[in-house]
């Protein structure tokens, strides 16, 4: 596609559920990065990848975030036993390399009730 | 202190002024990026920048580096230039991506 895609676009989860998020970057893309956006606040980093090499997770909050983007394309971030401080929008973003900006996905909202 | 301020965090406007949103950091850093988020949710990547100026349409990008500051100007504004503006940096030795970002300053732009 010609964007960022990701989904599902809106996800309503209950405590203690797991929960996987897709995106889709751009086609050739080498990088991919995810944030978390809460309510009213600016986005913050969570984690990044180089084609399938995760090169740095020093933003994930828990070791119930995990990330992974096997084939150097499709990315997925999983939330397992979600709890209502995970509530936010992720966002993806994908760039072609350091010298370029970024495009970024319009986000999954994750709302854990 | 947040490491990346910016300035106001909400500003008013009517249509044709000119438009100032300031940007203030307090770490090294390899670049500077200036985002627009619509309401909704979706975010553009207006500018990165890692020195002097750029211009795009009626969008003008500046940094100091020795200031550690940078400004983000509209020019003849127009309602549809309505969102928040976010500013971002990449760490100084950080990893790509790894951004901090600013609060944002929400922009309103009345016809």
């Known amino acids: 596609g010609a964007g960022v895609s990701q989904s599902p676009r809106y996800k309503v989860a209950k405590r203690g559920q797991d929960v996987a998020l897709r995106c889709d970057p751009i086609s050739g893309h080498v990088s991919l990065f995810w944030y978390q956006q809460a309510l009213g606040q600016g986005p913050e980093f969570l984690t990044y990848?180089?084609?399938?090499?995760?090169?740095?997770k020093s933003g994930l909050p828990s070791d119930r975030f995990f990330a992974e983007r096997p084939e150097g394309s499709v990315s997925t971030l999983k939330i397992q036993r979600t709890q209502q401080e995970d509530s936010a929008v992720y966002l993806c973003?994908?760039?072609?390399?350091?010298?370029?900006?970024?495009?970024f996905g319009s986000g999954t909202r994750l709302t854990v009730v | 202190k947040n490491e990346v301020e910016q300035s106001p965090q909400n500003l008013t406007a009517q249509e044709g002024e000119f438009i100032t949103i300031n940007c203030s950091y307090s770490?090294?850093?390899?670049?500077l990026h200036w985002l627009q988020q619509h309401p909704g949710g979706g975010i553009v990547s207006l500018f990165m920048l890692s020195s002097g100026k750029k211009k795009h349409g009626r969008l003008i990008a500046t940094i100091n580096i020795q200031e550690k500051h940078s400004s983000l100007h509209i020019t003849a504004s127009h309602p549809r230039d309505s969102a928040v503006y976010i500013c971002?940096?990449?760490?100084?030795?950080?990893?790509?991506?790894?951004?901090?970002f600013g609060k944002g300053t929400k922009l309103s732009v009345k016809p």
């Open positions: 770490v090294g850093i390899s670049a």
């Open positions: 973003a994908s760039s072609p390399d350091s010298n370029y900006g970024y495009t």
């Open positions: 990848f180089q084609n399938e090499a995760q090169l740095d």
């Open positions: 971002a940096v990449t760490n100084y030795g950080g990893s790509q991506g790894n951004l901090i």
